[in-house]
Structures are given as C-alpha cells and as structure tokens.
Nanobody
C-alpha cells in the first residue's frame, strides 16, 4: 500500500507558475512509476505527465514544454513544475503511483491515488 498526499495547489494568474508536490509513504517509493492527472469540472480525468522509476518522463501534448515532472527518491516525493499556466489548466490535480514499470496514460494503470489539489488559473 502507498499513501499519497498532494500539496502546492492554489490560485494563480495566467502566465504564472506553481509547483505541486506529492509525498509518498508506505512501500518502496523508488519502485513505482509516478504520474500526475487532472480533472476539470464536467470533464473526465486526463493524463498530464509520468516519470518512471528510472527517471524517464512523458507528457501530454497539452502541457509539453510548460510542465516538468521530477522525482526525489530520497525524499519520496514527486513534483510537477507548472509554468506559463493557462486558464484551461484549471483542474484538480491528482498524484498516482503505478506498480507496473511501463504504465500507459490511462488512469486504470495506476494503483494508488492521492486526494487531489486544486489549481485555478485566472485570465
């Protein structure tokens, strides 16, 4: 079992930046691929970014070049640095952990989820 707690959300103006953190506890953090998803009101949860246990990353096209995912296996934490934020980035952002080494962008590939943190970008 892995427990995930997100933090760092808030209200920011368009063009601004936020850094989300996700602290993990429980089983060995370094064994898991970690992902960030988001869900806007009335929309389905969508993939944002993923970092595998070895450090390789993958991004949704909508955030590529603006967001950066990273992990610190000593601190058991995964981060999402979000720059050049747009109003359409407004959503609840969720951190997730996958037991499989090569998770796809689908939410069902991830086994453990945090409670989410709200990000609101004003125009």
């Amino acid at each position: 079992q892995v427990q995930l707690v997100e933090s760092g959300g808030g209200l920011v103006q368009a063009g601004g930046s936020l850094r989300l953190s996700c602290a993990a506890s429980g089983r060995t953090f370094s064994n898991y691929a970690m992902g960030w998803f988001r869900q806007a009101p009335g929309k389905e949860r969508e993939f944002v970014a993923r970092v595998r246990s070895g450090g390789s990353t993958y991004y949704a096209d909508s955030v590529k070049g603006r967001f950066t995912i990273s992990r610190d296996n000593v601190k058991n934490t995964v981060y999402l640095q979000m720059n050049s934020l747009k109003p359409e980035d407004t959503a609840i952002y969720y951190c997730a952990a996958a037991e499989r080494s090569f998770p796809t962008t689908q939410a069902y590939d991830y086994n453990f989820w945090g409670q989410g943190t709200q990000v609101t970008v004003s125009s």
